[in-house]
């Protein structure tokens, strides 16, 4: 699509008179990002709100650099309703970034790091981004050559700006030369516009883009802080990719700026990085998927002084199985909160002062009185407390609808607008959810979630592939993994490693299957659709 298109009428709305409730109710308030921000800086200048390893920016000092940076990009060319592919790891330039393009309203498209070709080629591509900004190097892979790649490939995206070793290419600290004189930068946008993009995890193919508003997402960041109990005091410690959804709003490393706590940067969740910076900054709160609270948990039993000061441990993304769940008390030394939540909108946290029972085996409640959460049968007929249904739900901060997808929209959304999570869940009697399984065509490969046709579709490009599908099976610390099951072309003898490295180079790493199976043709299930429950029960023959 081309830069001018108008993005925003892609973008399904919520309608008037659900705008108006939500006015009404004083959820959506008319705040957007770098107001608030600004606020901020006004009301606590001195106190910090980012940590990145020796570097301590104020609220003063992050809102100076979020206008020198917004200054810069204004300069290369970036506009308000402009989209702009945002590739970085947890650094403070993310932080500075995100709120430059806020105060734009040029629209910041959320990548992850691990992100390879085919999928930031689709993130650019398919939001016809502007600009691509990225780092220099991240766990030993080249982000400079994958983005002059992306370049070559995507004819709108204009501009490449590097943290780091730019190159020929722009430099990030170099965007930072000037601050801007009173009138430099364009008027602020208004909090009902859109704010950012988040990606779906996908089930059908590429990811899909999740248009988020000033309004909406500013809410859910409020009703996060509350049942998360964050306040000026809190310390939150980004252990995941901070571009998720998760670690930027349940509460988040946003909430926390909302709130005007502090936000300290782990460049990696393992217990190594992230212990020693717990003591250090006195951290309060931090988000982990389901292995890796595994992985804490054991290195925890090996001693947990340093994390003396942490007092809420949150894990979601994924289903946290219930013996784990029980020992983070005992062991870590504070509260578990299941997070239950989704980047489309919906999130659910089990409260602070739950009963112990209620934390260890629910995924939590909604954060709004006004979500309206159903549970349904196959013909969207509510079901009673207590039986296993479809979860489908729509509120305050729910999406209406994917960015420029009229099709999966209608598949996705019921006609009053209800979005199908794709999730099978109870409710209990006391209204507190259990996900008790899926039905979308997605592997949750703890927390990272895959979509099988996606990998399918480019392990179908190698020459010597016929046939594939990717399937789930079960597994004890991931909760899931991935297999592919491959016909090979007439015959050809196949290597795993070969396959492996060829989505490898296409895909993020958590997508290359963990395990090849080959095999003569596949089980079919009528109308010519393979089998998926077939493969799955011979990989449990097979396992055997
Ligand atoms: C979070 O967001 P997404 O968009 O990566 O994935 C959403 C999906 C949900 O539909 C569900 O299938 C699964 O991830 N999920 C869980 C879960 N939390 C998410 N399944 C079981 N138990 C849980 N606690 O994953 C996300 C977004 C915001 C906050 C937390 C997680």
Known sequence: MAPDDDVAALCPDWPAEFVERYVAAGYWRGETFSGFLRQRAADQGERIAVVDGEARLSYRELDARVERCALGLYRLGIDKGDRVVLQLPNRAEFIVACFALFRLGALPVFALPAHRRNELEHFCRFSGARALITVDRFEGFDHRTLARETQAAVPTLEHLVICGEAQELVAFDDLLATAPAADELPAPPHSRELAFFQLSGGTTGLSKLIPRRHDDYIYSLRGSNELCGIDADSVYLVSLPIAHNFPMSSPGFLGVLYAGGQVVLAPRPSPDVCFPLIERERVTITALVPPLALIWLEAASRGVEQLASLEVLQVGGAKLVSEAARR?????????????????????????????????????????????????????????????????????????????????????????????????????????????????????????????????????????????????????????????????????????????????????????????????????????????????????????
């Open 328 to 544: 983070v008390r005992p062991t870590l030394g504070c509260t578990l909160q299941q997070v239950f939540g989704m980047a489309e909108g919906l999130v659910n946290y089990t409260r602070l002062d739950d009963p112990e029972e209620l934390i260890i085996h629910t995924q939590g409640r909604p954060i709004s009185p006004l979500d309206e959460v159903r549970i349904v049968d196959d013909q969207d007929r509510d079901l009673p407390p207590g039986q296993a249904g479809h979860l489908i739900t729509r509120g305050p901060y729910t999406i209406r609808g994917y960015f420029n997808a009229p099709e999966v929209n209608s598949a996705s959304f019921t006609a009053d607008g209800f979005y199908r999570t794709g999730d099978i869940a109870v409710r209990t009697e006391q209204g507190d959810l259990i996900v008790e399984g899926r039905e979308k065509d997605q592997i949750n490969r703890g927390g990272e979630k895959i979509a099988m046709d996606e990998v399918e579709n480019v392990l179908l490009a190698h020459p010597g592939v016929h046939d594939v599908a990717v399937v789930g099976m079960p597994d004890a610390y991931l909760g899931e993994r991935s297999c592919a099951f491959v016909v090979a072309r007439d015959g050809q003898a196949l290597d795993k490693r070969d396959l492996a490295r060829f989505v490898r180079g296409r895909l993020a790493a958590y997508k290359v299957p963990d395990r090849f199976e080959f095999i003569d043709a596949f089980p079919q299930s009528g109308v010519g659709k393979v089998s998926r429950k077939v493969l799955r029960e011979l990989l449990k023959e097979r396992f055997a």
